[in-house]
């Protein structure tokens, strides 16, 4: 018998085929007797390979001898007679009357596009299954997860075997590659661009053997877009494609995130999300799959750069003010979260071989790890440095923080908080140099704090390390977004690695110090003059146009008022609140009371002040207090006499109060200068 076209494309497709090992196997399981599942079905999204799986079933089918039927949901009349007329003529010569199930006897029914089918779902389980021969397989193949019934009723349950297809891992991709005639030397870099995505891997072989290899999917147009034909398809309404848009831009997506960005939709938003093939879920939240997150990241910025930045905010400022306000190991999750949005950082790599390897998390280390992390140490910073650290962690146990793996510490980073009134200020060459520093630079007033990040490292690639990279950005960031600080440092062994990423971060360069014979180099900043929020809006315009170095001179305040500078300058602008030329010209314009959401200025200057003199009266005895600068201030009488009239005070009475109410002011107002104190918003008047 002479071959047919057919063949020749089943023998090519069966070449190239690769991996499902566990679909196939149940397969065969069920062809050949040797199971009881009569029922399979898979589910997967878009370009995953569910039809390659079929044609590869189909094949296999011949080979045993037995009929097989192949029927694609897109070209079926969602109906039970469209259904059995589709059966019909994939019978061909077998086609005859009766019952279209009893036609299928000894057959093997294969239905893609199943997704398509769903309105008759039902009816194929009740009734058109039911009715098959006992010896009969089908395989129902679609993009959604099968519907309940399927798992809950006892008898299908005995004779259904439910597959999800996933992507190909590394070994897999290669061997694609392998089969489709691309040399060895661009594989690697295939794989790593494709992520396991059968059909991106399929598109990114035939671009590399026929042209030119890319380096990103930017440069393969076509490709891209047949992924985002695949991926898009289906999303009802403006609100499921702006809840897309934020599943793929977040780290972890939360319907209290969806919240922030859809409302009232949020619930039929994140049911639509959790049955998108292409995105999973765990205990914390959805995520998608990392190359249909590159593919719909990219498409959306394309799309409406200017939309895309106004999400990529509404997340940034939903995880920020989660950061302030979480406890426990919430904060490390959202640390993560708020480091993963930064993901075109130096650091990029770094990050995405963290989402490749799995999860890990960065916890408080336990005392009886106190002994790796010193192992660590000593491997790569010598036994000197161990003993140094043992030190401080004989101190300050609790600010020492770990990742774990399957072998123990995998990597950790300790901070140190100062003041600490201890001999190791001095005795560490390293935290002295940068005490002495701040000295120099920018004193810490009474009641400020400084963090050094004082070690961090691995135990394979000690600076280099991706978790060492884990630990470091993350117990950083919880320090520097949630506790009120002075200063910032971060000290760095390996600068040649970490450079690049402070650069991009604004932290400048401090001091180099030889200790040990090794360089240590102290990467910082000075929060007062460059507060958090205002370091945080620069870092989410990089994220977005790119930029390096230190912060630009715009953006820094002038250096901080001393105590006593602080106190005469806030009785300096207290007569002069409702007078925005002179207030402008106050030396607290430089200082943190003078910025806010809306901006910096003497609106926000008087604002606070007025915000904190209306606090005075939730004190013990504080209404009379509040009152007097009221009437002295906010809402000022002609003189103080005929303030202290208004309050029905003597007057000497009324000067003892004035001076108290001062006192408490400014204690209120230098709390919140140097981040002890949050004010709330002022009650707003009747």
Known sequence: MTAQLGDLLDEARRR???????????????????????VLLVHGPGGIGK????????????????????????????????????????LGDRAAAGPVAELLAGAVLLVDGYEQLGAIDGWLRQAFLPALPADGLVVLAGRDAPAAPWRTDPGWRSVVAVHRLDHFDEVE?????????????????????????PLAMALLADVAVTGTVPDSLAEVPDLVSALLEALLRGAPSDAH??????????????????????GADAPAVWAWLERRPFIAGGPRGLFPHDLARDVLDAEFERRSPERYRALHRVIHDHVVAGLRTATGLDRQLLAQHLTYLHRKSPLTRAFYALRAQGSAAVVPARREEHRQVLSI?????????ARLAEAWLAEQPDTLSVVRDRE??????????????????????????????????????????????????GRREFQRDMYAVLAGSVSSLIEWVSRPLAWSFVIVVDDEYWGPFFEYLAFVRQFELDVGGRAHVAYGNDWRRFPVDTWLDLMNEREHAGGTGPPPASLLRPPPLDRTRFAAAVRAALPDLHRPDRLAASPLMGSSLAAGPGGSGADQLRATIQ?????????????????VLERTFVRAAPTQEAAAEVLGLPFSTYRRHLARALEQLTDLLWAVEIGEVRLPARPSSD
């Open 16 to 38: 190239t085929f690769v991996g499902r090992r566990h679909e196939l196997a149940s397969f065969d399981d069920a062809l050949m007797d040797r199971s009881s599942r009569r």
């Open 173 to 197: 991709s290669d061997e694609l590659l392998a089969r489709a005639g691309v040399a060895p030397p661009v594989r690697a870099h295939l794989v790593r661009l494709g992520r396991g995505h």
């Open 611 to 627: 915000d904190a003199v209306a606090c005075l009266g939730s004190e013990p005895k504080g209404d009379l207090l509040r009152a």
């Open 241 to 262: 494609m702006s809840g897309l848009a934020a599943c793929t831009t977040a780290w972890l997506t939360t319907e209290d995130l969806l919240r922030e960005v859809v």
């Open 377 to 385: 140490m000593e491997e790569f910073q010598g036994a000197a440095a």
């Open 408 to 457: 123990g510490v995998a990597a950790y980073a300790y901070h140190v908080m100062h003041p600490t009134g201890s001999t190791m200020e001095e005795r560490d060459p390293v935290t002295r140099a940068v005490l002495e520093h701040v000295a120099r630079q920018g004193p810490a007033r009474p009641g400020e704090q400084v963090d050094i990040a004082r070690f961090f490292a």
């Open 51 to 90: 039809t390659t799986l079929l044609l590869e079933f189909r094949s296999r089918v011949r080979a045993a001898g037995r009929a097989v039927v192949l029927l694609d949901g897109r070209e079926i009349d969602p109906s039970p007679e469209g259904f059995e007329h589709a059966v019909l003529i994939g």
